[in-house]
């Protein structure tokens, strides 16, 4: 028998050649050009300039978060580099976070003691901190090193300003600071924010807004410069766009609580004390430590009659006590300052007001005996206590009791709560 053999195909021939073509390309290419199994990939490295750069479109974005990252990995990028740190300290003073601020001035320090930024921007934030001989020390220091510093000029102007209650003759000073700030500085944004302050303090209202208008087109989303705006603007009694610019310096900056009780202030003013006491209450939510807070939003209560919710807030500022939360405050004694004067006697007038004369005449007494030189505290205790003195002689119910035929505490026309 024989045995029938098969041809070779054609087709299987040809596919076996390309898989060997494939295969040789394979080893010989591709395979050592493969990184090894389970070895981490190289992560692509920003020089520090790079993020230096990032952290100041941040900043003028008003990303401040996002900015004091951008400075930090700048710093670790080059920790030997002292600008880093007082460029984050600088944005770390307009946030508010002052004792982060002054480590990293001395950071810088450390790195440069002669650097004059660096003993600038410290002294700017022990002011913040009412420190106020510690930072002129520093601010001092940088204009010796530099004497021609306008950033310096401009902390130093805004210390002076801060310390015009204690001694009237800062005022001068400050002013001529502020030029000299501007002069050497015109196109820098703390030149014209100082300046701003100074003039406000000096009573130039229309000046100090344009000189706020000029910070805020160098860099529109820092909430420091609609705050002040704001309060300019709600000393020129023009209560629409004081409350205009309060809201975005609370939206850019939602925990700074002078934010929120300066826009509180600016309905108070207008005469809306719903909107007030709103405004109010969501400081105190974010201090609830904080005397004063609860004493303002008692002053905004009681503006509403609502004495039930201003006794309570109001005898957290006065007496002390715990919230409903179990929240601790500490009693502001009595002084000479105005806003605890006023807790006091809108504390008394509320207990008055409210039927409750034998609370009430102890505070109207340590009015008389505590703050005797000021006169409005005086007159207010006085009507305080002949009110009382009248629902003595005329008993009633504290159902009858007409609020209306109580006076308002009186109070100086440019003195808000």
Excluded at 270 to 281: F, V, W
């Amino acid at each position: 028998m024989t045995r029938r053999t098969r041809r070779p195909s054609f087709w299987r021939i040809a596919l076996l050649l390309v898989l060997i073509v494939v295969a040789l390309y394979f080893w010989q290419v591709k395979v050592p050009a493969t990184p090894p199994l389970f070895i981490p990939t190289p992560t692509i490295t920003l020089s520090p300039e790079a993020f230096i750069n990032q952290a100041e479109e941040l900043f003028i974005a008003g990303k401040m978060d996002a900015a004091k990252e951008a400075y930090q990995e700048a710093i670790i990028a080059d920790p030997e580099n002292p600008s880093n740190y007082v460029e984050l300290a600088r944005i770390q003073a307009f946030t508010g976070q002052y004792d982060d601020a002054i480590v990293n001035t001395q950071n810088a320090l450390l790195k440069n003691a002669n650097n004059p930024l660096a003993h600038a921007v410290q002294g700017w934030v022990l002011s913040f901190k009412e420190e106020y001989v510690e930072a002129e020390r520093s601010i001092r220091r940088a204009l010796e090193i530099d004497p021609n510093n306008a950033l310096a000029h401009a902390y130093y102007a805004e210390l002076l300003i801060d310390q015009v209650q204690e001694d009237y003759g800062y005022l001068d000073k400050a002013i001529a600071e502020s030029k000299l700030a501007i002069d050497l500085g015109p196109d820098l944004l703390e030149t014209h924010r100082v300046r701003g302050i100074v003039l406000l303090n000096s009573d130039n209202k229309e000046e100090a807004l344009q000189e706020f208008e000029k910070a805020i087109s160098i860099n529109k989303n820092i909430a420091d410069l609609h705050l002040y705006l704001g309060i300019t603007y709600k000393a020129m009694e023009r209560y629409d766009l004081a409350q205009d610019a309060l809201l975005l310096a609370y939206s850019l900056n939602p925990q700074d609580t002078t934010a929120l009780i300066e826009l509180s202030r600016a309905y108070f003013a207008d005469g809306r004390y719903a909107q007030a006491s709103q405004y109010a209450e969501e400081a105190v939510k974010i201090e609830a430590d904080n005397p004063h807070r609860h004493g303002y939003l008692g002053i905004t209560y009681y503006k509403q009659q609502d004495y039930d919710k201003a006794i309570p807030e109001l005898a957290l500022a006065v007496r002390g006590g715990k919230t409903k939360d179990g929240i601790a405050i500490e009693a502001l004694p009595l002084s000479y300052e105005d806003r605890v004067m006023q807790y006091y006697w809108y504390y008394g007038f509320a207990l008055a007001r409210a039927y409750r004369c034998s609370e009430a005449v102890p505070v109207f007494q340590a009015l008389l005996t505590g703050v005797p030189e000021n006169e409005i505290a005086v007159y207010n205790a006085q009507e305080g206590l002949n009110i009382c003195q009248e629902q003595i002689s005329t008993p009633q119910t504290t159902e009858t009791v007409n609020p209306e035929q109580t006076p308002e505490p009186t109070q100086e026309p440019t003195l808000e709560p």
